[in-house]
């Protein structure tokens, strides 16, 4: 069954850390790129982050320089470190892949910045 389980969300304050990891399905994770997107109350869901086969990142230009996607092909995962976390990073944070020309995605994890 394909899936994509994600975890690691919390409430953080200002300027702090957390780290968020999927676990894929092996059949959807070998192969595929891999993201991390959010959606806050209201808004449109957006990417946050992709990873390729090949380990090459890609960010959204509001996280650059401080959140961090990777992923262990051995462990079928994908994490994201998110560090000095703001307010408007407060969203539900979602994995998401593409495999055999269908999009999947995870349930979500919420992250919650206090100011």
């Known amino acids: 069954q394909v899936q994509l389980v994600e975890s690691g969300g919390d409430l953080v304050q200002t300027g702090g850390s957390l780290r968020l990891s999927c676990a894929a399905s092996?059949?959807?994770?070998?192969?595929?790129?891999m993201g991390w997107y959010r959606q806050a109350p209201g808004k449109q869901r957006d990417l946050v982050a992709t990873i390729t086969t090949t380990g090459r990142a890609n960010y959204a230009d509001s996280v650059k320089g401080r959140f961090t996607i990777s992923r262990d092909n051995a462990k079928n995962t994908v994490s994201l470190q998110m560090n000095n976390l703001q307010p408007d990073d407060t969203a539900r944070y979602y994995c998401?892949?593409?495999?055999?020309?269908?999009?999947?995605w995870g349930q979500g994890t919420q992250v919650t910045v206090s100011s």
């Open positions: 092996r059949d959807i994770f070998s192969g595929n790129t």
């Open positions: 998401n892949t593409n495999h055999k020309y269908k999009t999947y």
